[in-house]
C-alpha cells in the first residue's frame, strides 16, 4: 500500500534551517509528482513546494512565493525519498507539513496520498 511518512520536523530559531524528508513505499518516485504542503495556526492548507515526477517533468520544481529563495525541494529516486530543505526560517513558516503524491498542478484537495504531518516551529 501507498506510504508517505514525514520527518525532520521541529523547532528552529528564526533564520534557522531544517531538513524535512518524506519516505515513499508503494510506488516508485517516477510515478506520481510529490508535494509539500503546511497548515498554519488558524488557515487552510496551502502548497509550499512541488516536484514533477521523471516520467511527467522530469523533476521539475515549484514554490509557493513565500518561501522562493528561501526553501528547495530535491528527490532521491534511489531511496525513494523527497527532501525540503528550508533556510532562512521565518515565524510565519510555523505550522504543520504534509507530503503528498499527486499532480503538481492540483490543488491540496486533489491529492490522493497524504503523510501523517510534521510539525515545524519558528520562534526565539
Known amino acids: 500500500q501507498v506510504q508517505l511518512v514525514e520527518s525532520g520536523g521541529g523547532w528552529a530559531q528564526p533564520g534557522g534551517s531544517l531538513r524535512l524528508s518524506c519516505a515513499v513505499s508503494?510506488?516508485?518516485?517516477?510515478?506520481?509528482?510529490i508535494g509539500w504542503f503546511r497548515q498554519a495556526p488558524g488557515k487552510e492548507r496551502d502548497g509550499v513546494s512541488c516536484?514533477?515526477?521523471?516520467?511527467?517533468?522530469?523533476?521539475?520544481?515549484y514554490y509557493a512565493g513565500s518561501v522562493k529563495g528561501r526553501f528547495a525541494i530535491s528527490r532521491d529516486n534511489a531511496t525513494n525519498t523527497v527532501y525540503l530543505q528550508m533556510n532562512n526560517l521565518k515565524p510565519d513558516d510555523t505550522g504543520d507539513y504534509f507530503c503528498?503524491?499527486?499532480?503538481?498542478?492540483?490543488?491540496?484537495?486533489?491529492?490522493?496520498?497524504w503523510g501523517q504531518g510534521t510539525q515545524v516551529t519558528v520562534s526565539s
Open positions: 503528498a503524491a499527486g499532480d503538481c498542478k492540483w490543488p491540496p484537495s486533489k491529492y490522493d496520498y
Open positions: 508503494g510506488f516508485h518516485l517516477d510515478v506520481y509528482d
Open positions: 516536484i514533477s515526477s521523471s516520467s511527467s517533468s522530469d523533476g521539475t520544481t
